[in-house]
């Protein structure tokens, strides 16, 4: 019998998890934040998966964190800022031998959770696929991509990744996961804070490409300091290609400030800063950027942290 997925996070990517996982036929249990999110989850008949103009639901069972029942896999999908403090109402209810697939924009918060828990298993992950809540308990699957999933510490992969190929879940493993993420991030940083300063969609960047320029040649600086040449490589090419290839959508930093969410600049921006601070890197444009996003988030009343 497979092995329950416990999925952490209702949020577009946990729910686009959850859907494919209970469409294959494999066992999930979503874990909502409160009573109050499970009340209103339960008024619902599940969770509904929208591709390609085709509604599909799916009676996926929800708890709380407060749930006694052990987890041995975990997909946490909660924004990078909740990663920490959700995963400790849950140390608990870890098996000893329990499984996390940490599926976080940026870095900085995978450490932090693989610390609170020296003896479990975490794996993490870096995806390209698209997907937007609707509603409560619906999401759209906007975007297919792909999802690499790796551990540092532990090179060999877990036999459930068949279970995800099952699932229709695109993914690979890689060796070089950190690799995958640290490139993930120069991205992210290159284009998602000034798709929030210059209020555009991400091909709005074609008019501020000398901007996007200067960021990439030092975004390429930083990742050859830290030690991540393979993700430096031809970065502004793939850069002026995701803006290309994404030309129409709202980078998810614009949509998070656009419905006043808290960003997740701490994990991206912020985790850059520090990075280039920590090698006595002086990168202007990078740090300047920071400090311009910082202002504009305070201005509208959002966390800048």
């Known amino acids: 019998m497979s092995t329950l997925w416990h999925v952490l996070g209702a949020g577009s990517l946990g729910t686009l998890w959850a859907t494919r996982l209970a469409r294959a036929g494999l066992p999930v249990r979503l874990i909502l934040r409160d009573q109050t999110r499970l009340a209103s989850y339960l008024a619902a008949p599940g969770l509904t998966l929208v591709e390609q103009g085709q509604a599909h639901t799916y009676p996926v069972i929800a708890e709380t964190p407060d749930s006694r029942e052990p987890i041995r896999r975990l997909l946490v999908a909660c924004k990078a800022y909740d990663a920490e403090g959700a995963i400790a109402q849950l140390a608990q209810r870890l098996t000893p031998d329990a499984e996390l697939i940490l ?171 520090r990075a280039a601070l920590r090698h006595q890197l002086n990168l202007p444009h990078l740090q300047q950027l920071q400090v311009r996003l910082v202002n504009h988030l305070n201005a509208h009343g959002l966390p800048s942290d």
Request: include cysteine.
């Open 103 to 273: 599926l976080q924009n940026g870095l900085g918060s995978q450490d932090a959770v693989a610390a609170q828990l020296p003896h479990a298993r975490c794996i993490f992950a870096s995806s390209t696929e698209g997907a937007f809540r609707e509603s409560n308990g619906r999401v759209v699957f906007a975007g297919h991509g792909y999802t690499w999933l790796g551990d540092a510490n532990h090179p060999l992969p877990p036999l459930w990744l068949d279970e995800l190929h099952a699932a229709g879940i695109p993914h690979e493993w890689s060796a070089d996961i950190l690799t995958r993420l640290w490139r993930k991030l120069a991205l992210n940083c290159a284009i998602n804070p000034l798709t929030v300063l210059h209020h555009c969609r991400n091909g709005g960047l074609h008019d501020h490409q000398c901007e996007v320029a200067t960021l990439c040649a030092e975004l390429t600086q930083l990742l050859e300091c830290c030690g991540q040449p393979a993700a430096a490589q031809d970065l502004q090419t793939e850069v002026e290609r995701v803006i290309q290839a994404t030309a129409a959508n709202y980078s998810s930093m614009y949509q998070d400030v656009a419905n006043g969410r808290r960003t997740e600049i701490s994990y991206l921006l912020g985790y850059a800063c």
